[in-house]
Nanobody, 119 residues
């Protein structure tokens, strides 16, 4: 059974920092990418950052220079260090893992963790 357990969300003042973690278990296929998405009230889910198995990263323009994504392959865990948070970062943050087996792709989502930034 695949499980993605997210942690680290919470309430923080503008300018503060949070570190999100997502630990995956039960994935038997090769993980090729791990990432974070977020969804604010009334808005579509959007990419925050992704990291591939070789360490390549992609960031949304809105978080470049403030957020850092990293991963621990041995622990199947992905992290998101969020600095200089502002109220526009308020959202539910979701972990996403993409795995493959041959030509088949499998996508797994976490349950989401709330991040609230007060002004």
């Amino acid at each position: 059974q695949v499980q993605l357990v997210e942690s680290g969300g919470g309430l923080v003042q503008a300018g503060g920092s949070l570190r999100l973690s997502c630990a995956a278990s039960g994935i038997i296929f090769r993980i090729v990418a791990m990432g974070w998405y977020r969804q604010a009230p009334g808005k579509a889910r959007e990419l925050v950052a992704t990291i591939t198995s070789d360490g390549s990263t992609i960031y949304a323009d809105s978080v470049k220079g403030r957020f850092t994504i990293s991963r621990d392959n041995a622990k199947n865990t992905v992290y998101l260090q969020m600095n200089s948070l502002n109220p526009e970062d308020t959202a539910v943050y979701y972990c996403k893992i993409r795995a493959i087996r041959g030509s088949f792709e499998y996508v797994y989502w976490g349950q989401g963790t709330q991040v609230t930034v007060s002004s």
